[in-house]
C-alpha cells in the first residue's frame, strides 16, 4: 500500500477529486492548509496572524492505494492540478506499512 498527499490550488479541488473518483478513487481526505514557502501562490499568499508568515490556501488530498494504483492516481492529479504557474502545489508517494479499520479491527487495505 502507499499513500499519496497532494497539496494543490483549492479552486481547482473540485476539478481534481471528481477526475480521481472517475479514476477509481474510492476514499480520499480533503483539507484546507496553509501553504508556506514553495507552496506559496504569489497571487494569493497573505500574510497569516496565526504563522506570522506569508502563506497561501492549499487543499490537502490524501489517498491510500494499492502500489498498482500509485501512477494513475498521480498522473490525474498532475493532468487536472496543472496550471503552469508558481504555485501549483506538489505530490508525494510513500509506503504504508500497516493499515487497521478501526471499526472491525481488520487491516490490509481499509
Known sequence: ???????IRPALGHR???????????NLSAVHVKGIGL???????????????KSSDM???E????????????DVIKQNAHTGKSGDGA???????????I???EEGLV
Open 1 to 7: 500500500m502507499n499513500e499519496i498527499k497532494a497539496y
Open 16 to 26: 481534481v477529486i471528481e477526475a480521481l473518483k472517475a479514476a477509481g478513487v474510492t
Open 39 to 53: 507552496f506559496e501562490d504569489p497571487l494569493t499568499e497573505e500574510y497569516d496572524a496565526e504563522v506570522i508568515e
Open 59 to 61: 487543499l490537502k488530498l
Open 63 to 74: 489517498i491510500i492505494c494499492m502500489q498498482t494504483d500509485v501512477e494513475r492516481f498521480v
Open 91 to 101: 505530490i508525494f508517494v510513500s509506503p504504508v506499512g500497516r493499515a487497521i479499520r
Open 103 to 105: 471499526k472491525t479491527g
